[in-house]
């Protein structure tokens, strides 16, 4: 492929992206009515679950291709690194160090 439709395929991608994040969190307020919660905790969940649906996506075909090495390794890291990061921020948050300085 030339760089000309290269360049065309990335700006309406790009716009496509866009375009369906503002539609999805969007929708993110009827739900949490509907449900009645906060529109915060629905967003979280379903952005986590929309950030983790690559990984998920990578690890399904790994396995219908016959590598499930590469299964296990993205299903764990991700798990590892999804669990790690909440679980550090959350005490970074709880146990602000900086406020003791003060």
């Not at 496509?16 to 307020?29: C, M, Q, V, Y």
């Not at 986590?48 to 399904?60: F, H, K, Q, R, T």
């Not at 909440?86 to 003060?102: K, R, V, Y």
């Amino acid at each position: 492929m030339d760089l000309v439709t290269v360049t065309i395929f990335l700006l309406i991608s790009t716009i496509a992206i866009g375009k369906g994040s503002d539609w999805f969190t969007d929708s993110l307020i009827p739900i949490a009515r509907k449900l009645g919660v906060s529109g915060v905790s629905v967003g979280l969940i379903l952005v986590s679950v929309a950030v983790s649906l690559p990984e998920v996506l990578v690890a399904g075909y790994g396995a219908l291709k016959g590598h499930p090495n590469l299964s296990l390794g993205v299903a764990l890291g991700s798990i590892i690194c999804n669990i790690g990061l909440m679980t550090g921020i959350s005490a970074l948050i709880i146990s602000n160090p900086l406020e003791e300085l003060i």
